[in-house]
């Protein structure tokens, strides 16, 4: 069984900055592919970021440039570097496990999510 718990939201005015953390407890880390999404109220969850198990990362075209996505496998965390925020980036954050990215069939462990709020 694999936790997720996930820190660093918060209220930020447009054009700062967050990062978030997510650490995972359970299993082995660094052969994860970890993930974050973010969901508003009404609409589905969105996709972010990815970084994979064996490097390399992927971003939603709505924040690249502005986001990055990092990880420490010796700590179990995965980051979330958010910059130059903009309102519509307000989201409750998740981060999620891939902990079979061999057989991708879909995340499978979430974090409980972090509030992020970008006032205008």
């Known amino acids: 069984q694999v936790q997720l718990v996930e820190s660093g939201g918060g209220l930020v005015q447009a054009g700062g900055s967050l990062r978030l953390s997510c650490t995972a407890s359970?299993?082995?880390?660094?052969?994860?592919?970890m993930a974050w999404f973010r969901q508003t109220p009404g609409k589905e969850r969105e996709f972010v970021a990815t970084f994979r198990w064996r490097g390399g990362s992927t971003y939603s075209d709505s924040v690249k440039g502005r986001f990055t996505i990092s990880r420490d496998n010796a700590k179990n965390t995965v980051y979330l570097q958010m910059n130059s925020l903009k309102s519509e980036d307000t989201a409750v954050y998740y981060c999620?496990?891939?902990?079979?990215?061999?057989?991708?069939?879909?995340?499978?462990?979430w974090g409980q999510g972090t509030q992020v709020t970008v006032s205008s």
């Open positions: 359970g299993g082995t880390f660094s052969t994860y592919t």
């Open positions: 999620a496990a891939d902990v079979d990215p061999l057989n991708f069939r879909g995340y499978d462990y």
